[in-house]
């Protein structure tokens, strides 16, 4: 069974970056496909981004396209989210998610993805 630890999150102004890192250990990570998904309170854990399992397809959702980037490190079993262009609407506890089937086409729902870390806060201060 894989394990997933997000780091990475914290406070940034609008506008600003940050990079979060999702560490993968436990199966083959090669199989999988990777996933970033967001929870802001009191609404539903929503899909951002995700990449099949050698980067040769990556989704991303419309609210964050040309702002965040999803990539993958296999020799590391690192996923990375980086996020540009911060807005006050992407505070959230981000989630990184694997699929295990590495299902292709990307899935963005959450009943395709198997296992999720405990999260990571990003707080945007406008």
């Known amino acids: 069974q894989v394990q997933l630890v997000e780091s990475g999150g914290g406070l940034v102004q609008a506008g600003g970056s940050l990079r979060l890192t999702c560490a993968a250990s436990g199966g083959t990570f090669t199989k999988y496909t990777m996933g970033w998904f967001r929870q802001a309170p009191g609404k539903m854990r929503e899909f951002i981004a995700a990449i099949s399992r050698y980067s040769d397809s990556k989704l991303v959702t419309d609210s964050v396209k040309g702002r965040f980037a999803i990539s993958r490190d296999n020799a590391k079993t690192k996923t990375y989210l980086q996020m540009n262009s911060l807005k006050a609407e992407d505070t959230a506890i981000y989630y990184c998610?694997?699929?295990?089937?590495?299902?292709?086409?990307?899935?963005?729902?959450?009943?395709?993805?198997?296992?999720w870390g405990q999260g990571t806060q990003v707080t945007v201060a406008s």
């Open positions: 998610e694997v699929a295990d089937s590495g299902i292709v086409p990307i899935p963005s729902t959450r009943d395709n993805y198997d296992y």
